[in-house]
Nanobody, 116 residues
């Protein structure tokens, strides 16, 4: 079983930056997919950014050009660099790991609040 712990959330003004981290308790080097998701109050959870085992990334249209997902297999950590933040980016951000054995794990999330 893999436990995921997110960190790096907080309150930031519009236009600012934050870097989220997701530390995994086990190896992520063979994980098929890693991703960041977010859920704003009253909304469904949505995919923000994903990265697969060969490093291919995908982003939601709303964050393209502003957010960057990366993985550090040596540190078992996933990152989300968020620049040019907007109030509509306010949400709880959670990370997900999909293992090569077909299991999926979620962290509890970290709150990002962007003030206007």
């Amino acid at each position: 079983q893999v436990q995921l712990v997110e960190s790096g959330g907080g309150l930031v003004q519009a236009g600012g930056s934050l870097r989220l981290s997701c530390a995994a308790s086990g190896s992520i080097s063979r994980a098929n997919g890693l991703g960041w998701y977010r859920q704003a109050p009253g909304n469904q959870r949505e995919s923000v950014a994903t990265i697969n085992i060969i490093g291919t990334t995908n982003y939601a249209d709303s964050v393209k050009g502003r957010f960057t997902i990366s993985r550090d297999n040596a540190k078992n950590t996933i990152y989300l660099q968020m620049n040019s933040l907007k109030p509509e980016d306010t949400a709880v951000y959670s990370c997900n790991v999909h293992t090569d054995s077909g299991l999926s794990y979620w962290g509890k999330g970290t709150l990002v609040t962007v003030s206007s």
